[in-house]
């Protein structure tokens, strides 16, 4: 019964692309939505979020795009750089309660 | 500013045997997580502290897991006696803002990985 869902495991794309990666979720209470990011042996760092009241936010390379009708998100990353290489975790969290994760998606940036 | 550290950072362990992880958190922040995860799965909730009163317990998976943060600072999860199914690894998050307030932006620490043969 997970409430975050991460359908792709892993994603590949070329240097300069655009990586989209997505998230599906199930409870329409969440408030937030987040997106971290994780190297191999670090702890995820925060990376972007969006309110539930908004469809879209932005921060340099990366812009989250939320779809409630739908209950889906997607982080979306131009261009795409072999540095963004990482473990990207979606999360959600409702009033009060705790962040809750998806599976992950392994993105893999050739150059 | 350190940032969230955690000790040990891999521990290797047999069934039956005890294992105490620790945690300390930005200096200030109030609010202290536990989250685990296993290999290839999602990253797990496991109890929320507030200074030294635990806020939500709902994670933790049986009573082999017992966590403290005495004085509100650090915080120790003790696994006794450890399972095959406990391996994993361990993350520790903080945040100075309540759950109220906070957007979901938190903290972590690098994990602490536990092997339980």
């Known amino acids: 019964d997970q409430q975050v869902k991460q359908n792709s495991p892993s994603l590949s794309v070329q240097e300069g692309r655009i990586s989209i990666l997505n998230c599906d979720y199930t409870n329409s209470m969440f408030d937030y939505f987040l997106w971290y990011k994780k190297y191999p042996a670090e702890g995820p760092t925060f990376l972007i979020s969006?309110?539930?009241?908004?469809d879209k936010n932005e921060d340099g390379r990366f812009t989250v795009f939320l779809n409630k009708s739908a209950k889906h998100l997607s982080l979306h990353i131009v261009p795409s750089q072999p540095g963004d290489s990482a473990v990207y975790f979606c999360?959600?969290?409702?009033?009060?309660?705790?962040?809750?994760f998806g599976k992950g998606t392994t993105l893999s940036v050739s150059s | 500013e350190a940032g969230v550290t955690q000790f040990p950072s891999h521990s290797v362990i047999e069934k039956g045997q005890t294992v105490t992880l620790r945690c300390d958190p930005i200096s200030g922040h109030d609010n202290l997580y536990w989250y685990r995860r296993v290999m290839g799965k999602e990253i797990k909730f496991l109890l929320h502290?507030?200074?030294?009163?635990?806020?939500?317990e709902s994670g933790m998976p049986n009573n082999r897991f017992l966590a403290e943060r005495t004085g509100g600072t650090y915080s120790t999860l003790k696994v006794q006696p450890a399972e095959l199914e406990d391996s994993g690894v361990y993350f520790c998050?903080?945040?100075?803002?309540?759950?109220?307030?906070?957007?979901?932006?938190?903290?972590f620490g690098e994990g602490s990985r536990l092997t339980v043969l």
């Open positions: 502290f507030v200074k030294e009163s635990k806020q939500d």
């Open positions: 999360a959600a969290k409702m009033a009060g309660t705790a962040l809750i």
């Open positions: 998050a903080s945040s100075p803002l309540s759950l109220r307030e906070n957007t979901g932006e938190l903290f």
């Open positions: 969006i309110s539930s009241i908004k």
